[in-house]
């Protein structure tokens, strides 16, 4: 781990190996010994080629699925189930089309039999902190796909778990959007300093959230093949922060040997066993 070893480890990823059964027998090596660990209070993203294992890697960390081999840690404490001490934003939208904002953001707190009045009061003050507070009766046809991202945000964030897991959240947005939400991001960040594990195929957004970037190779058999502490000031804003020279000399290091990769991908290359 390269940042601050004194940092409580939120989460860690020991050796992981990930491996698919395929139809006509025999098996896909998704990922090999992948070693990764967030401190409590880093934001660490994760970027690579298409199929090259991040969403792989996050659903383990979620304990969504077991690694084939390896181990993971939630706060030094080996993880056998899903972990309870995070919460997972979706590329997709996870919201119910027949609630209302107000009631898709209190469902959490409705099934962990939290009283209905107290649920819809904190579900209120998490859509005003999302910018939302006046939407609280709106559908989700009736957002904006920036909108129901905030929802969905609001919906992760209201059971305050210690980890946030974020899978391209912002990948269908309008470049637009998705600045206002990495800024969003990154407020409600600052303000609670969660340990964070974003992944992403924009690199441009990876450097502005982050302290720190992960690249991963093309797979079979994917591995973390570099990492990049992010040196620049915080707070920050996700648009100016890239018209600072320190960023666009980060880009260029990392991209070295991000794009290799992905043009692996491309080739056919990175799909040879």
């Not at 939630?74 to 939208?93: C, E, I, K, T, W």
């Not at 570099?226 to 320190?246: C, F, Q, T, Y």
Request: with cysteine; proline share 5%.
């Amino acid at each position: 781990m390269t940042f601050g070893e004194e940092e409580a480890t939120a989460v860690s990823l020991v050796d992981v190996g990930v491996s698919f059964g395929l139809a006509r027998g025999g098996s896909y090596p998704a990922v090999e010994r992948a070693s990764l660990s967030v401190a409590d209070g880093e934001f660490v993203s994760i970027v690579g080629p298409t199929g090259c294992g991040k969403s792989t890697l996050l659903n383990i960390a979620a304990g969504l699925r077991p690694p084939s081999s390896g181990r993971v840690d939630v706060f030094g404490v080996p993880l056998h189930s899903l972990n309870r001490r995070a919460g997972y934003l979706f590329q997709a939208d996870s919201l119910f089309p027949w609630k209302t904002a107000l009631e898709n953001v209190a469902i959490g707190l409705d099934v962990a039999g939290v009283r209905q009045a107290e649920a819809r009061s904190r579900a209120k003050m998490w859509l005003s902190r999302v910018g939302l507070g006046h939407f609280s009766d709106r559908y989700p046809h009736m957002l904006s796909g920036g909108q129901r991202k905030r929802v969905g945000l609001a919906q992760v964030l209201i059971r305050d778990p210690k980890i946030l897991l974020m899978d391209e959240p912002f990948g269908p947005l309008d470049a637009q959007t998705r600045q206002i939400m990495g800024n969003l991001l990154l407020d409600l960040w600052q303000a609670d300093k969660k340990a964070v594990l974003f992944v992403t195929h924009d690199l441009e957004e990876a450097i502005s959230l982050s302290d720190r970037v992960v690249i991963m190779s093309a797979g079979p058999a994917a591995r973390i093949i570099g990492e990049w502490k992010v040196p620049l000031p915080r707070p920050r804003d996700a648009a100016e922060i890239k018209l600072d020279a320190a960023f666009r000399d980060l880009y260029r290091e990392i991209w070295s040997m991000l794009k290799e990769e992905v043009m692996k991908t491309y080739s056919g290359a990175g799909t040879k066993q």
